[in-house]
């Protein structure tokens, strides 16, 4: 496990004359498609009647027109749908991730002849040296369960940054894949955006960060809790994110997986925090991933209190909290309770199978 990860040095990125470090980033140019448009005026706007939103131009940002911000800025009432969204979505991913591991088990119980019985006749078949499909699957086979866990979470992100590359897709990406509180649309974005990098080095930076910790993270919670937890991480991240821009008047769209991989991190940090870490220039500096966790919240609460307005700070803060949060409370809380709806899940199955049975005779 290496803390290099997330500690390695970035490319060299500028915005406004300042070099940039991090993953989730907020891009402060923006397509005008989701926002309303500021009526115009023929004299020029005095500064202390700004709506507090300036618009910055980043090597990491879309090649689109500058965002228009709403004349008023949103209020704490724009975040009553998004509350609402981020609760009834994290009790879906954790209903959704009990039932899966339920039929996970019970199709695993179900095709262990069958299984054997393949792994039999393969044995029996002539082995092909240059099949690719056997390279393939010895590849896959040496993956550990985090490995191959994550791998679709990867291959999700990389055909969303594929999208970016397409100029009649820019509206939509810009509408659907970038958080923020002052668009139209504020619901959707909320998990989209977890899966969008418009940055070739932002999104190889945070899958390297989630590939590193996959082993751990699953050992830790299982191939099913964590895929609740993450993207659960992404929503709720991205509602902080919503909070801290409507209090602060600091709005512009973000994007990136860094909230939930901060959950991941923290998770890990928090229940092996005597575990050693490194930074991949400087392997021959050590630390705890206790400190190391400590030192990011700590650059993250400075990002916020200072108004650091490159990287989301306020979504890094709120995944690394829930992380925290779920390996110390939240995994009693939640998943160890999840028995009455596997029960109930498991009655509604065999009900289903008795009535399918009775028909057929």
């Known amino acids: 496990m290496a803390w290099s990860c997330w500690a390695r040095l970035c490319s060299r990125e500028v915005l406004s004359g300042r070099r940039c470090r991090g993953h989730r980033f907020t891009l ?21 009647q700004e709506s507090g939103s300036k618009t910055y131009k980043s090597s990491l940002s879309p090649p689109v027109q500058e965002t228009i911000f709403y004349t008023s800025s949103p209020s704490l009432k724009h975040l009553v749908k998004p509350f609402f969204f981020t609760i009834g979505f994290t009790g879906c991913a954790f209903g959704s991730a009990a039932i899966w591991q339920y039929e996970y088990l019970k199709s695993r119980v179900q095709n262990y002849f069958n299984d054997a019985r393949a792994d039999w006749m393969d044995k029996l078949r002539p082995q092909k040296n240059g099949d690719f499909r056997k390279q393939v699957n010895k590849w896959w086979n040496s993956l550990s369960e985090g490995q191959r866990t994550v791998t679709g979470i990867i291959a999700a992100n990389v055909f969303v940054f594929c999208l970016w590359r397409i100029p009649p897709m820019q509206r939509t990406m810009i509408t659907y894949f970038t958080s923020n509180p002052a668009s139209r649309v504020l619901c959707s974005p909320m998990l989209l955006s977890t899966f969008s990098h418009f940055s070739l080095f932002h999104m190889a930076a945070n899958m390297y960060v989630l590939w590193s910790f996959s082993s751990s993270i699953v050992s830790l919670l299982g191939r099913e809790q964590f895929i609740a937890v993450y993207l659960s991480a992404g929503v709720i991240s991205t509602f902080v994110s919503y909070v801290s821009k409507v209090t602060t008047g600091r709005f512009g769209p973000s994007l990136g997986a860094s909230g939930a991989i901060m959950t991941v991190l923290a998770a890990v940090c928090t229940k092996m925090p005597e575990a050693k870490l490194a930074i991949i220039l400087l392997p021959m500096f050590t630390f705890t991933a206790g400190n190391a966790l400590k030192a990011i919240i700590a650059m993250d609460m400075a ?19 829930f992380g925290i949060w779920y390996v110390t409370y939240g995994h009693e809380l939640i998943w160890k309770n999840r028995e009455p709806l596997v029960k109930a899940w498991h009655e509604m199955r065999s009900k289903s199978r008795g009535k399918g049975g009775g028909g057929s005779h």
């Open 28 to 48: 402060y140019t923006q397509h005008r498609n989701g926002f309303k448009r500021a009526p115009q005026k023929t004299e020029p706007r005095k500064p202390d």
């Open 303 to 321: 990002g916020l209190v200072l108004g650091w307005k490159f990287f989301d700070h306020a979504a890094h803060l709120g995944g690394a909290l």
